[in-house]
């Protein structure tokens, strides 16, 4: 009976520990998103943290006009921030949304935490328009919102890699990206502006 009885107990350990081993690694904390990448059909599929940690689905913004804009503290077109604060005053009570995505892809010009990142936004140049916690929009834990607004097959001519900070990805009411502005190109670039002068003037289609 002895030898039975150790036989048993030997046997429930080894199992013990086999299970323990065989459990899979808990995934890390990330970004959250509504759904994967490649089931989405708009940008306005997935869900996002604010700069506050807090979940935001980005369905929310359905109707309205989008500017999506990946930002940095530390870059050559970091006064941008300036002219899409201005974009933001002239145009929100007609329906534009702007949201900026912190990433720190590029030279490492995003360094901060999200609330270093949201304190120099409203001391520096007293942004009022929604800001997100930071992200990767390149590589690979490229977030899905940014793999779906990078990728031809599902963004169309509008997709490609993110080629530095500032890349603009305006989306019109029916949710669907109308147009792709590089860095370079100002937020009060005359072509910008146009594009969403047209964009809020087009309703949304069914």
Known sequence: MCRL?????????SV???????TPPVAPASQPASRPAEAAASPLDFTVLDIEGREVPLARYRGQ???IVNVASQCGVTPQY?????LHER????GLRILAFPANNFGGQEPGTNAEIKQFCTDRYRVRFDLFGKISVQGADRHPLYKFLTSPEQNGRFGGDIKWNFT?????RDGRV???FEPRIKPDAAEVVAAIEQALATPARP
């Open 65 to 67: 006009v989008v500017l």
């Open 168 to 172: 603009k990805f305006l989306i019109g």
């Open 178 to 180: 109308v147009a792709r």
């Open 91 to 94: 145009y929100a009570e007609r």
């Open 16 to 22: 013990s520990v086999w299970a323990q081993v065989q």
């Open 5 to 13: 009885t150790l036989l048993a107990v030997g046997l429930v350990g």
């Open 82 to 86: 300036e002219q899409l604060q201005a």
